[in-house]
């Protein structure tokens, strides 16, 4: 079997690999390794980067042209999203853009998609989702932030929690519970939602390094038209549902998992004083980059499903538990072979191993538990019984 690109595909990634690096700083490889993610420089790079992609509609291929997009294939947007991830290179909005955008225009009605999605493309609003709550993560439709209905609005309290961006979104995408005597599926809905409505608090998480890139969001009698819902109202669990899945089929964990094993590979030949007497991480390192191949061939046939029409559900949990179960295992490699030089935060490889493995602690958690993809797997994929 060929798993190699087409010509047009390897052009189209040396396209757009050029353009960034010549938007990129020149240190841009060794700095990216380091720069904290509330570092100022690190987000006005990526207002530049973003302000300068959304020109030419790169960061909307597959959307519909009258959307804001080019009507390229799904394959095409992930090999976008492929190089972006391999340079490291910082975006605004991705919430918005890969799975909030998708969600609008699927189930939007067209007076939403014809005002935001354009607004997306372009890079002017900025979006962040509102679904976790502190004792609804995995089990989502067991949420309890709540939408009364008042005349022509909805009333909405409760709690959000690890919503990240929250802070700088000019709107997020919110489900809520609107039918509390419906069982947990079915009593669901979203709606588009203002972040500088009357009634909405936001609190910074710090992560285990000590970034605040999570939010906690909080609804005090919130005041939302009735206009902002998004498809059917208690029909929210099954938008939901396809939100994640847009959310859990990116090409992106490989694409950084390949840079991070390049680097790995590089501090082994320029520190022979620290890895000569670790010889066994070189066959540690090789089946970490069998295993990295492994997980790229398996995303990218999430994009070609997609072009042809098919929902691949339980392939992207796939992807999503094997990928996240990499960054963890590629995480653990580098600290055992650097040691205590890769918990220097100024190091001459500029590369933190410590930071990296407490980042990676979470990847089996954040977007969906790999007991959650599992689930998935076994039910949708394997066809055993709940």
Partial sequence: MDFSFSRYELEFQEELTTRLLAILPNDWNEK?????????ALHALANSVTKDLSKDKLLTL?????????????????????????????????AGIQWIGPSLMMYGNEEQKEYYLPRIAEAVDKWCLLYSEPTS???????????????????????????????EADFGLVGVRTNPNASKHKGLSNFILPMNSKGISISPIEDING??????????????????????????WYQMAA??????????????????IEKLIEISKSMPEVTNSKQSYREEIADRWIELNAGFNLAMKIPLLQDEGRN???????????????TQKIASTGIKLLGIRGQIKSNKN??????QYL???????????SEIQRNTIATQGLGLPR
């Fill in 137 to 167: 993560g995995s089990d989502l439709a067991s949420l309890q932030t709540h939408a009364t209905k008042d005349g022509d609005n909805y009333i909405i309290n409760g709690q959000k929690i690890w919503a990240s961006n929250a802070n």
């Fill in 359 to 369: 980042s990676a602690i979470a990847s089996t958690i954040t977007r969906g538990t």
């Fill in 62 to 94: 597959a959307w519909p042209e009258k959307y804001g997009g080019l009507g390229s294939t799904n394959l095409k947007q992930a090999m976008f999203n492929h190089v972006i991830s391999y340079l490291g290179a910082p975006l605004n909005n991705i």
């Fill in 32 to 40: 990216s390794f380091t720069l904290e993610q509330n570092d100022p």
């Fill in 312 to 326: 691949p559900t339980y392939e992207a949990a796939i992807s999503k538990l094997y990928g996240s179960e990499l």
């Fill in 350 to 355: 500029s590369y933190q191993a410590s930071s």
């Fill in 211 to 236: 970034n605040p890139t999570m939010n906690e969001v909080f609804f005090d009698n919130v005041v939302v038209s009735k206009n902002y819902l998004l498809g059917e109202e208690n029909r929210g």
């Fill in 243 to 260: 939100s994640l899945d847009f959310e859990r089929s990116g090409i992106g964990t490989y694409s950084t998992a390949k840079r991070n």
